[in-house]
């Protein structure tokens, strides 16, 4: 029987994706996981992989269309074999017409016509348009054909909370086995350490300072801390590490900065906190996302656990997933679930500026420039490299002082480096 | 304990029960004046006299059915089939009368026998001599059925059927008669109905029995040095299986083979695989497979005889297929 590919919820909010180029040609012989086509969501352009092994049988989308989540797009199926006849209006395309048109396709659209089929059809069209949200995003890949699993892994992947859809089979056929989920990092909703954060509910005050801020300034009561940073030392950071290690090592500004910010944040845990609407909560574990400007827009992609990672496993790192942000190739997980922000526009020689939170994050570190100014050092003016940040704050989870403490928490930092090369 | 030839430990069993319960008697062809055609009762004539070991004609449904008469009115007799192919002529009374006696007196007339002699194919007796017939008799209620793959096992095993109240089918590996192993002395007794973990491992079981353990093992050692950590449960006892012994393997270790020596159909490994993919599916990673005799009549010829055997090599093939190696 041949199996109906669909389009994907590639990303947690996407509701239609744009198939932006078939990898697979109608007649090739396809395996399961094999790329069939690029899909443009909202966020990234992602792949479309094979859920069943064969041929493709029929393209019933043409590139550069857009369709809504699970729409058909396609069908495979053994050679030769006959898919059934289209029901979805968005499918309506010259070349599949035509193809309906050959005696074969017909009969078997004949056949599919006798009830049974043609219902079971209607009935997973109905499942699929029925439901609402991010039900349909996971509904949706499980519609496209029974994941193969062995009754072991299914009851692991039950006990444990891990979507199969997700899991690589490396056994027959693609089934996935338990040696498979043995080696999937498995997402424990609640494991015996706990969660990596806690919940803690609202005190009557932080609900009324809530309230009456919101009431003022919008949906994120947000106020704004400003210091400027010497960055003298962390210069001569740079310098020393360019000259003694060479090419291929290097050190960014940006890198010191994120480095300052994740440690500060282990001294600070009451601003690596997210706002969730009756309750904060505290991460206990820091991941920091970085802007970074791409052609249409910006995207953050996340350092997970950054106050565990050395400066230069921060600067490898960043480089990397930068450069696929601009190349639009994050994964969904890959920019999403940062515990605090950094935004440095520093390379476009601003100064100073104000960066717009992400929430449920309740900071952002805004980087401006550094350049010499003159400054007071031991009575006397001199130039020195400095650097201005300011830390947009929401209000109902950090107050004035707690940002502030963190706030100079990073300028310390910054301001000794050489703390920032310890491990 | 004294190191035993399987014969000498079956032949132990029978002589303490013997002493120990004056209702039990041995009766069979050859099996008083020439000390059984495999020896299995050597000294017990001059040892019980000729009451207590009886030799009979060559007429296996009549000695059976005395048997049976024998064990209704409160003797513990031992019938000896001098091969179970022969058996074939007694399985009328072996089914229709010890079997289903309890039964149809509605529980006032217990048939305490026991039915033992060699199963299984040897070297080169044909077709008609080589067949393992656990399978037919395990499907029948009322029936325990019994297979001892080491000397230890037969003798714990013979002494626990000889004083079960409830006809036993105790079928001997022909080709086991000689193997060596130690045995405990004196009251050592196997219960009916429990498997036996042979050797222990993590990575898939390996379910014999009989004539099967010895490659089963052998194939264990194998996989061993390709990094394999097999697990060897000898059932010993067909009917009742051990459920419990089957499904804590399978539960530790999600892969299962199955070895029998008799022909896949209807055969003892088709209900292990019932059985644990009916009580274990949730803990199953691989479909599990059987090694089985091929469904030929076995032949003459010794190259195509050995090629429808059970051995080593095939048992670690499919042990290999069920890891997806």
Same mark, same amino acid.
């Given at each position: 029987m041949a199996t109906k590919v669909v389009m994907e919820a590639l990303s947690p909010t996407m509701e239609e994706g744009r198939l932006v180029e078939w990898k697979k040609n109608e007649g090739d012989a396809i395996a399961l996981g094999d790329v069939l086509a690029e899909v443009e969501t909202d966020k990234a352009v992602m792949e479309l992989v094979a859920r069943a092994g064969g041929t493709l049988l029929r393209q019933t989308v043409a590139a550069g269309a857009t369709v809504p989540v699970s729409a058909e797009v396609g069908w495979i199926g053994e050679a030769g074999e006959g898919v059934p006849s289209r029901t979805d209006k968005t499918d309506k395309t010259g070349k599949t017409d035509k193809t309906d048109k050959t005696g074969k396709t017909d009969k078997t659209d004949k056949t599919d016509k006798t009830g049974k089929t043609d219902k079971t059809d209607k009935t997973d069209r109905t499942d699929k348009t029925d439901g609402r949200d991010g039900a349909v995003a996971r509904a949706a890949p499980a519609s496209v054909g029974r994941v193969k699993a062995s009754p072991v892994a299914r009851k692991m992947a039950a006990e444990t909370g891990?979507?199969? @859809? @997700?899991v690589a089979g490396s056994g027959p056929e693609g089934r996935v086995i338990k040696r498979d989920l043995e080696s999937t990092p498995i997402r424990l909703p609640a494991g015996p350490a706990g969660p990596p954060y806690t919940d803690t509910p609202l005190s009557q005050i932080r609900k009324t300072i809530a309230k009456r801020l919101v009431q003022s300034i919008g949906p994120i009561p947000t106020f704004y801390l400003t210091t400027e940073i010497d960055m003298e030392r962390a210069a001569d950071l740079r310098e020393q590490v360019k000259a003694t290690q060479g090419e291929g090592v290097k050190v960014s500004f940006n890198d010191l900065v994120v480095r300052a910010v994740s440690l500060a944040l282990v001294q600070h845990p009451a601003c690596n906190a997210w706002w969730q609407d009756d309750k904060i909560r505290y991460w206990h574990e820091i991941h920091v996302g970085m802007a970074v400007a791409v052609d249409d827009g910006l995207i953050t992609p996340v350092i997970r656990h950054a106050d565990r990672k050395t400066l230069f496993e921060i600067g490898a790192e960043s480089k990397e997933l930068a450069g696929r942000a601009r190349e639009r190739r994050l994964k969904p997980e890959e920019y999403t679930g940062a515990t605090f922000s950094i935004s440095n526009l520093g390379m476009f020689d601003i100064e100073h500026f104000t960066a717009v939170i992400n929430p449920p994050e309740a900071g952002i570190l805004a980087v401006g420039s550094i350049a010499p100014i003159p400054a007071v050092v031991d009575g006397a003016v001199v130039p020195r490299r400095r650097m201005r940040v300011t830390m947009s704050c929401d209000h109902r989870v950090i107050d004035g002082a707690t940002g502030a403490r963190f706030l100079s928490t990073v300028k310390l930092l910054l301001e000794n480096p050489a703390s920032l090369l310890l491990p | 304990m004294a190191t035993l030839t399987y014969r000498d430990a079956l032949n132990q069993a029978l002589r303490e029960e013997m002493a120990r319960d004056s209702s039990v008697f041995l009766m069979g062809e050859e099996v008083a004046e020439y000390d059984g055609a495999y020896k299995v009762s050597r000294g017990l004539l001059k040892e019980f006299g000729p009451k207590r070991v009886v030799d009979t004609p060559i007429a296996e449904l009549g000695f059976t059915g005395i048997g049976i008469g024998a064990a209704m009115v409160g003797l513990r007799p031992v019938i000896e089939m001098m091969t179970w192919n022969f058996a074939l002529l007694a399985i009328d009374q072996i089914i229709n009368s010890a079997a289903k006696m309890r039964y149809m007196s509605g529980g006032q007339v217990g048939v305490p026998i026991v039915f033992r002699g060699p199963g299984g194919a040897a070297l080169q007796l044909g077709a008609q001599h080589s067949q393992a017939f656990e399978s037919f008799y395990a499907h029948v209620p009322g029936l325990k059925v019994v297979t001892p793959a080491t000397p230890a096992d037969a003798k714990g095993l013979l002494k626990s059927a000889i004083r079960d109240d409830n006809p036993v089918v105790f079928i001997e590996g022909e080709m086991l008669y000689n193997q060596k192993g130690e045995v405990p002395d004196g009251e050592h007794l196997t219960p009916l109905g429990k498997a036996d973990v042979k050797r222990p491992g993590k990575d898939v079981t390996i379910v014999c029995h009989s004539k099967t353990v010895g490659p089963a093992l052998k194939a264990a050692e194998q996989l061993a040095a390709e990094g394999v950590d097999a697990e060897v449960i000898d059932l010993r006892t067909i009917r009742p299986l051990d459920t419990d012994a089957l499904l804590e393997s399978v539960a530790k270790t999600n892969r299962c083979v199955v070895a029998e020596e008799g022909w896949p159909f209807a055969g003892v490994g088709a209900q292990v695989v019932d059985l644990i993919q009916r009580e274990g599916f949730d803990l199953l990673d691989a479909p599990i497979l059987r090694v089985t005799g091929?469904?030929?009549?076995?032949?003459?010829?010794k190259h195509l005889e050995r090629a429808a055997k059970v051995d080593a090599a095939k048992i670690q093939d499919a042990a290999k297929k069920v890891l997806y190696r």
């Open positions: 891990v979507d199969l @859809t @997700t | 091929a469904d030929v009549p076995m032949p003459y010829n």
